[in-house]
């Protein structure tokens, strides 16, 4: 669509665009206008009323004030070298070097450098210590159990040839058998 619309006007009187080439080499048809119609890239940007009172509001001035000492409050002043002086005879020096706000992402930043990633130290301590105390003996019994039997098939695949290369947590498992075999006898012996 041509962004410069020329009107012709027809034998009748009435307006239209006439016909135009596209990039391609076909052509558009020419178009009929009504009386009044404006094009849509002319038409002004709807503002609500109250968008219109705010903007009006963030000159800084009150509400109000006659249109010409509004024109004198935003004219620019002068600056004399960082130097205001709100009352004849006193003088404020501005130069000083202002703080920077801190942006939202400058503070996580500088909270993320100041934290530090420990590992956790994991100890060989038993089982059963770390078990929450309203867990029924008999299930956490029966619980272990099931692990020593895991960690026995997992033996005899190793020695068979099946696993040849356990993985990490493999490994991990069959350090824990012992610790796995006295916290069953520790609930045994508790339950008798």
């Not at 009187?13 to 391609?24: L, S, V």
């Not at 993985?167 to 012996?189: F, G, P, R, T, V």
């Amino acid at each position: 669509m041509a962004t410069t619309a020329r009107y012709e006007h027809d034998a009748d009187g009435a307006k239209f665009i006439p016909a135009t080439q596209r990039p391609d080499g076909t052509w558009r048809k020419p178009r009929r206008i009504k009386d009044g119609y404006v094009p849509q890239e002319e038409v002004p940007l709807y503002e609500s009323k109250g968008k219109q009172f705010k903007a009006r509001q963030n000159t800084g001035l009150p509400v109000g004030l006659t249109p010409e000492i509004v024109a004198q409050a935003q004219k620019p002043k002068k600056n004399n070298g960082g130097v205001i002086q709100p009352i004849p005879g006193m003088l404020i020096n501005v130069d000083k070097k202002k703080k920077k706000k801190k942006t939202g992402v400058d503070e996580a930043a500088e909270k993320l450098a100041k934290c530090e990633i420990q590992e956790p130290n994991f100890s060989n301590t038993s089982i059963a210590a770390h078990s929450s105390p309203t867990t029924d003996p008999g299930k956490r019994l029966k619980n272990l159990r099931k692990k020593l039997r895991d960690i026995e098939t997992l033996e005899e695949k190793i020695k068979i040839g099946v696993v040849k290369n356990p993985d990490k947590d493999q490994k991990e498992k069959l350090s824990k058998k012992n610790d796995i075999i006295k916290d069953i006898e520790l609930l045994e012996n508790s339950s008798q």
